[in-house]
């Protein structure tokens, strides 16, 4: 299979789309092309699952000032919230959204928990609605425009975990 930024790119265009989120390589591909033809999200962090055991770590791969300099009308990236990073994530993540705003850039959150400890035999506690509000808190905290969570589908995370 062979992938092609200008193909996506094209295809976002033609169907309408509000705008592209991807990574420094698919939208530096296409920047100086489409930049000003639809809105870019540069998002500046994301998983490798090379790595096994794969772990839950969110690895920068761009900046903010790439992510202007390509044109792009804002920035995303994700948090594990929960996971042995998470603290790194947070604080990189928040430097990050800091440093988008000053430039006018609007700001996107992945808000997830990733540990394992969170799932136990009688439940998926990463989509309990207790521990997804305190990520979205957190996520607002950083001052995330936006934030993208997935609906709880239980509640009772904090004690069901103690």
């Not at 509000?18 to 296409?30: F, I, Y």
Request: proline fraction near 2%; charged fraction near 20%; hydrophobic fraction near 40%.
């Amino acid at each position: 299979m062979y992938f092609d930024p200008e193909n996506i790119v094209k295809l976002a265009i033609e169907g309408g789309c509000n705008g592209v989120a991807s990574t420094l390589g698919v939208l530096g591909a296409v920047a100086r092309r489409y930049a000003h033809k639809i809105p870019f999200l540069l998002k500046l962090n994301h998983n490798e699952f090379i790595s096994y055991p794969n772990e839950f770590q969110q690895i920068r791969f761009a900046n903010v000032r790439q992510a202007f300099e390509m044109g792009a009308v804002g920035v995303g990236a994700t948090i594990y919230f929960g996971s042995e990073d998470s603290k790194r994530q947070l604080q990189e993540v928040t430097e990050a959204f800091h440093q988008a705003h000053e430039l006018g850039m609007c700001t996107v959150l992945w808000c997830y928990l990733r540990n394992a400890a969170f799932k136990t035999k009688d439940a998926d506690y990463h989509v309990a609605a207790d521990l997804t509000g305190q990520a979205n808190h957190l996520g607002v905290t950083i001052q995330a425009d936006i934030i993208k969570q997935k609906l709880p589908e239980n509640n009772g995370g904090y004690n069901a975990l103690k």
